[in-house]
């Protein structure tokens, strides 16, 4: 019985410290989370952290993987099932992603914050979050340019880049409350959809329905 009290006081302490971890990592960045701020916050002493994980280094992999279950994370993602309309198609997975990054930016810009140091964790989280969306992207893309309805020149990788890329690069700008933003965040995905499907040829949009 005392046994079973202790290993359950064990498990306590445990997910306090994992709790603390998450928000001090979100709160400090990687390297300004040390484990004496991480113990602050959990209410323990350094000992005791170092005795449940030995290591800062696996105290952060413990909280990626029990705060951020990444198959449950890339599992939930949920991506557009396309209409054949190209430009809808891509207005729509570019509004998905805009949003997966608000929901996500806390701990997205820590791991960017901080990729030289953890890169193995930050592929992880950054491959569970947005790899679906990719691999749709992608397959988009290829499909359409296949059928001759966007002139990629064999470069969709290119594109594709582009078009997530100037996202992630808004609704970062977006989250710096210094910086006014006097258009919403749907204008741009569909400004982006539009400049990514004009055609250069023909000096106006290709809008691929």
Not at 49 to 65: C, N, P, Q
Not at 128 to 151: N, Q, T, V, Y
Not at 182 to 194: A, K, R
Request: proline letters at 3%.
């Amino acid at each position: 019985m005392q046994a079973e009290g202790q290993g359950k006081k064990r498990n306590q302490t445990r997910d306090k410290l994992l709790a603390a971890a998450a928000t001090v990592f979100v709160r400090e960045g990687l390297a300004g989370a040390t484990t004496r701020l991480i113990a602050r916050e959990a209410g323990v002493n350094e000992v005791t952290l170092f005795r449940h994980f030995r290591s800062k280094d696996r105290l952060l992999a413990e909280v990626v993987g029990t705060h951020f279950d990444l198959e449950a994370l890339s599992a939930s993602v949920k991506v557009p099932a396309p209409t054949g309309d190209l430009r809808a198609d891509l207005i729509a997975l570019g509004t998905v992603y805009a949003y997966l990054l608000q929901e996500n930016l806390p701990l997205i810009r820590t791991m960017l914050g901080e990729t030289q140091h953890d890169e193995v964790h930050e592929r992880k989280v950054f491959r569970a979050i947005f790899r679906p969306l990719k691999e749709a992207r992608s397959r988009l893309l290829e499909r359409a340019a296949a059928e001759g309805r966007l002139r990629t020149q064999g470069r969709e990788e290119i594109f594709g880049d582009f078009f997530t890329g100037s996202i992630f690069s808004n609704v970062l700008k977006r989250s710096n409350n210094s910086l006014e933003t006097d258009y919403p965040l749907s204008e741009f995905v569909e400004f982006m959809t539009d400049l990514i499907l004009s055609d250069p040829g023909e000096g106006g949009p290709a809008r691929g329905a």
